[in-house]
T-cell receptor
């Protein structure tokens, strides 16, 4: 069966520090991978998605970047965190062309920037 | 622009009462429609989805949703709510021809014993 992992589960970082959040998927090949940020009362904001190794689409200009070094690994990074980067970060995967398949979500990472 | 609106930020119902959560979307054609549920501090779980065909779709945990093209709506319903249904519910649309999904802002459900 398929499984999606995210770590760390929680993270407290000072402003200006770097960030690396990792997401890995097991049990499927060639998944579409997604990073979302969830802020209170604002729903899920799509940050990045990837349909293949090295292919990254950015949805929102921001202080973050994403990389996909392996088929089932998706990394969210920042060189210098801002206070506004605080939030709940969710990784998700789906398969197939077009969004008619459901997304499967990881457990999320709670990031607090102080 | 494409958008998903969930007009109710919070809803409180008594256990055993019926529930309807509203979702309206803005898109030029019929998108792919989803409802997800999120327990506190957790990821999202799919409740049900609609692509075509019968406009009333059944999901897990006793939920159903009805697609109404004329109203651009996809409301979620449950005839009798259980205390374990307390969670946040998200409506989402998948945009045909893309890999992208748009989520609503969510409705937080509180269930009174």
């Amino acid at each position: 069966s398929q499984t999606i992992h995210q770590w760390p589960a929680t993270l407290v970082q000072p402003v200006g520090s770097p960030l690396s959040l990792e997401c890995t998927v097991e049990g499927t090949s060639n998944p579409n991978l997604y990073w979302y940020r969830q802020a209170a009362g604002r729903g899920l904001q799509l940050l990045f998605y990837s349909v293949g190794i090295g292919q990254i689409s950015s949805e929102v200009p921001q202080n973050l970047s994403a990389s996909r070094p392996q088929d089932r690994q998706f990394i969210l990074s920042s060189k210098k965190l801002l206070l506004s980067d605080s939030g709940f970060y969710l990784c998700a995967w789906s398969v197939g062309v077009g969004p008619y398949n459901e997304q499967f979500f990881g457990p999320g990472t709670r990031l607090t920037v102080l | 622009a494409q958008s998903v609106t969930q007009p109710d930020i919070h809803i409180t119902v008594s256990e055993g009462a019926s529930l309807e959560l509203r979702c309206n979307y803005s898109y030029g054609a019929t998108p792919y429609l989803f409802w997800y549920v999120q327990s506190p501090g957790q990821g999202l779980q799919l409740l049900l989805k609609y692509f075509s065909g019968d406009t009333l779709v059944q999901g897990i945990k006793g939920f159903e949703a009805e697609f109404k093209r004329s109203q651009s709506s996809f409301n979620l319903r449950k005839p009798s709510v259980h205390w374990s249904d307390a969670a946040e519910y998200f409506c989402a649309v998948g945009l045909p021809g893309t890999y992208k999904y748009i989520f609503g802002t969510g409705t937080r459900l509180k269930v009174l014993a």
